[in-house]
């Protein structure tokens, strides 16, 4: 019974990787599209503002994401962070005539505390760093 089970283990996880790597490689082509679309989009209009700027390190943000899942099979927490970082502060730049005080200051708040929950996590894994346990040693 235990070999069945390390089988139906093996052949779960190589599926879910399977799924994993077709899912980010939906994401890469999904962002050249968009990111062909944007600089294209900057040529014919002839202009570049801070939000295209901003939109290119976006894409820019998504592809290093990408490549360290490739190089190391993890995505470290602070990608997603960072690229919410920017999204929120392109949104704040770009919509500033029409949104409120109010939301402004919750819009800078998200931003500070995205950036603190950076901080938090950069501390916490130079104070307690994680031991590396293969994936079969988990209980151990």
């Known amino acids: 019974m235990e070999k069945h089970c390390i089988k139906t283990d093996a052949f779960a996880s190589g599926l879910l990787m399977w799924i994993e790597r077709l899912g980010l490689l939906l994401v ?17 209009t002839g202009t570049v503002g801070l939000g295209d700027l901003l939109q290119l390190f976006l894409y820019l943000e998504v592809f290093s994401m ?3 899942y490739f190089g190391s099979g993890k995505i470290p ?9 920017v ?16 939301h402004m200051l919750s819009i800078a708040f998200a931003i500070l ?12 894994h ?11 040693d988990r209980n151990a």
């Open 28 to 44: 890469t082509v999904a962002t050249f599209v968009s990111l062909w679309h944007e600089l294209t989009r900057i040529w014919v």
């Open 66 to 68: 990408i490549n360290s």
């Open 77 to 85: 927490m602070r990608y997603p962070i960072y690229i919410a970082m």
């Open 87 to 102: 999204a929120l502060a392109r949104y704040l730049l770009l919509d500033m005539k029409e949104i409120t005080d109010e």
């Open 113 to 124: 505390i995205l950036a603190l929950s950076v901080l938090v996590m950069r501390f916490g």
């Open 126 to 136: 130079a104070k307690f760093p994680y031991e590396d346990v293969p994936f079969g």
